[in-house]
């Protein structure tokens, strides 16, 4: 063989090899195998809860409290997907990024999705994906905003959400959409902000538009197919379990709410996953759907293979709130009163901490996280119901402050309708065994619209039987409860309600972030502030932690969006000087 | 003899004069409802009110129905302005129920007390008002039950929900 021909191999060699390990880094292969050992993958972030459990937790510990008064920014990269649509003037960034191998997939409000390198410790671009979302028949339906709460990942593919009611699927390496399926009807109102969840080979996809008469649902898709595997109702109807819990004559369920926009968790032993289902509609009439309006407001539990809810816990039946039951369910294996439990912990909008055996759906306790609760006097200690519960009555009345036919304008409710704590994340520290739950301390009023029982809703319309106020301001506070304990351990107040969710990490630090413009740390231990940095804009998601190289980063969205900038200023004064923004933040040591 | 200069300035005269004639033709709404119609969208009334001004619940509060409503203009431009007491209808100006300034209803938030309306997350130059109000009047108020014209007015002929509008009127027709 010839010099020249040599020379020829070695470098075809090189190249080949630089090939396969460019190849190798850029298309990493998310299997079910590493998706349910997630937590040992602390470089990573994998999942929209970090793991299946739901901690937001991570053992990473470079950063911990002794040094993290030295974080800085390491990089920003700019989203765009500002631009408003429907009755949104504006989107918001509520997502969570996702990093696998040195390469993070973020999302905007209108399902854009952005992969970025970040293997270098900066966050380079790489691909975006543009699904483009039909902004105006989305952003006419999107009670909230316009909002996206994150990705998944799956083999070669990202998967994400549209809010005009799409699954798609994205070719990781190139960007290219692989396919993609429409799955929500917003000619019915329903929009897909959720992020999805990964089980085995399946993607559970939920809805949005318990304020707009839709049926909620959960969905799995088979990733194989890109079909249907199963679709289960959220609101029961007369011939099926629960169906018997809407006790009226003009077929209530079929316009019964429900929603499902929350991710979320999975068992992979007990091959369950369990999600939240939100509010019953419409919001402020329970006379129009007498009866404890199953699932509404409750966790279900589901066979993850079949979709059959094989138990649930309801929190507020035939809520007159709004208390829209969709938050997570962070899963911890503790002590409690000296025995062992299997226990999935739900902060409730209604104000109470709940622990629900995660085995059965049986009541374990409940602890008030917030400072003022008015709508029941109390948690009944055996069977979790609301004291004030009337099991004879068709039409719950609670404390009697809510509005009604019957009382058109309520008293004050504590909490108010956003609840003690909305869809952000809270944090579960399983070395200290705390949780550190996002509040916000509010309370407000409601009217009630009557409807007719013998109108229906129109597709796309409002169904809401009336409206909210708000004669107070609203605050918040990073409160922490003692899982083995039940109770509030430690609490400090913030200025505004915590949007963004929460991060514990094996540094002894909890990270949160506040609606204008602060990323902050806090010391675990004693809630202590550690260190503080202002993004110059509003922030509503949650942060996460990934490492590249034996180096840690914190990383954030930044973009107010959401309820309260539209809705209720009047409560939340400054933020309307917040101005849009999509970035992504990270920082390190 | 005609002077070619005049003819030409005669010509695109008469030119601009029929592109007028075929916009106001074509468009039932004010010089100023253009800006006006952003202003509605911008302001959040779409949020209450909704695109075609009907009103009835959401998350805020309970809204009158701009379609039906009997007030005129200075009325409109009043509440628009200074909000509604005792209702969830917000203010827009600025200076509103502020300190000592009882220009809304000769009141300010120490007399209204718990009345006082809640502030907008926009406040609106005395332009804005004015614009959205003529928006009101020459494209909502008045207008009975929202059809597909008033879709297409608010959202555009593109838009899909006038385009299944377009559609359903049409299997309507043929039943």
Request: charged residues 20%; contains cysteine; glycine residues 12%.
């Amino acid at each position: 063989m010839g010099l020249r021909r040599v020379r020829w191999l070695v470098l075809a060699v090189i190249i080949c090899s630089a090939g396969v390990v460019f190849a190798t880094e850029s298309t990493s292969v998310t299997t079910a195998e590493r998706l349910v050992g997630a937590v040992g993958e602390p470089n990573n972030w994998l999942h929209h809860h970090g793991t299946y459990s739901a901690h937001h937790f991570s053992t990473l510990a470079e950063i911990n409290r002794d040094n993290v008064s030295d974080l800085k920014v390491a990089w920003t990269f700019s989203l765009g997907g500002t631009e408003g649509g429907g009755i949104h003037p504006s989107a918001g960034l509520e997502a969570t990024p996702l990093v696998e191998d040195g390469f993070m997939y973020a999302i905007d409000g209108w399902g854009v999705v952005t992969k970025l390198d970040v293997r270098t410790g900066r966050g380079k671009f790489v691909w975006r994906m543009d699904p483009g979302t039909d902004k105006d028949w989305a952003g006419e339906v999107a009670c909230c905003g316009v909002n996206n709460r994150g990705v998944a990942l799956w083999g070669e593919l990202v998967l994400s959400h549209t809010l005009d009611g799409r699954l798609v699927a994205t070719a990781k390496y190139s960007g290219e959409i692989a396919w993609e399926r429409q799955i929500g009807a917003p000619e019915s109102g329903e929009t897909i902000t959720v992020a999805p969840l990964i089980v085995k080979d399946m993607v559970i996809t939920g809805v949005s538009g318990g304020e707009f008469g839709i049926r909620g649902w959960l969905e799995a898709t088979d990733l194989n197919s890109g079909k249907r595997r199963w679709r289960r109702h959220t609101i029961a109807a007369p011939d099926e379990p629960g169906g018997d819990t809407w006790a009226d004559d003009h077929e209530a369920y079929k316009t019964g709410g429900g929603g499902t926009w929350v991710t979320g968790s999975y068992d992979s032993e007990l091959n369950l996953i369990y999600w939240g289902v939100g509010n019953p509609g419409p919001d402020w009439d329970r006379h129009y759907r007498p009866g404890d309006n199953l699932f509404s407001n409750s966790t279900i539990a589901l066979d993850a293979d079949t979709g059959e809810i094989k138990f649930h816990f309801q929190y507020t039946p035939n809520d007159p709130f709004d208390f829209d039951g969709v938050n997570e369910h962070v899963l911890v294996d503790t002590q409690y009163k000296d025995k062992p439990h299997q226990m999935m912990l739900h902060a409730d909008r209604n104000g109470y901490l709940y622990a629900i055996n995660r085995v059965d759906g049986s009541f374990i306790y409940a602890t008030p996280y917030v400072q003022r609760i008015n709508w029941t006097s109390g948690i009944d200690p055996v069977s979790g119901r609301p004291l004030d519960y009337d099991p004879e009555a068709k039409v719950q009345n609670y404390a009697g402050v809510a509005s009604s036919r019957k009382k058109l304008k309520s008293d004050l409710i504590c909490p108010g309708i956003m609840g003690g704590k909305n869809w952000m994340p809270m944090a579960y520290n399983p070395q200290r065994e705390i949780v550190y739950i996002p509040v916000n301390e509010s309370c407000n009023t409601t009217t009630t619209n009557p409807v007719d029982d013998d109108s229906k809703s129109i597709p796309r319309e409002w169904f809401t039987a009336g409206g909210m106020h708000n004669p107070e301001r609203f605050f918040g506070s990073l409160t922490a409860i003692d899982v083995k304990q039940g109770k509030v351990a430690m609490r400090i107040e913030t200025e505004y309600p915590i949007l963004s969710g929460v991060l514990a990490t094996a540094g002894d630090l909890v990270f949160t972030a506040t609606p204008d413009g602060d990323v902050v740390a806090y010391d675990a231990e004693n809630l202590k502030e550690l260190w503080r940095f202002a993004t110059g804009s509003g922030l509503n998601a949650p942060p996460i932690t990934y490492a590249v190289n034996g180096k840690q980063y914190i990383a954030i969205s930044v973009g107010l969006g959401g309820t309260m900038p539209k809705w209720w200023i009047e409560a939340v004064p400054g933020l309307e000087n917040i101005n849009p923004s999509a970035m992504i933040f990270s920082f390190s040591l | 003899m005609i002077n070619p200069q005049k003819h030409i300035r005669l010509r695109i005269g008469l030119l601009l004069a029929l592109c007028m004639a075929i916009m106001a033709m074509h468009s039932h709404s004010a010089p100023n409802a253009g800006r006006g119609k952003s202003v509605y969208k911008k302001a959040n009334c779409v949020g209450c009110h909704k695109w075609h001004g009907g009103g009835g619940g959401s998350y805020g509060g309970i809204a009158l129905s701009l379609r039906t409503t009997p007030l005129n203009r200075d009325a409109l431009i009043l509440v628009v302005r200074c909000g509604r007491p005792a209702t969830d209808m917000p203010y827009h100006y600025r200076k509103a129920y502020r300190g000592d300034n009882r220009e809304c209803y000769g009141s300010n938030s120490a007399s209204l007390g718990d009345a006082t309306p809640p502030r907008a997350h926009y406040f609106l130059s005395d332009r804005d008002v004015a614009a959205v109000v003529d928006y009101v009047q020459s494209d909502i108020q008045g207008r009975g039950t929202p059809g597909y014209d008033d879709c297409v007015a608010f959202w555009g002929a593109d838009a899909r929900r006038c385009i299944l509008m377009a559609q359903s009127k049409s299997k309507g027709e043929k039943k």
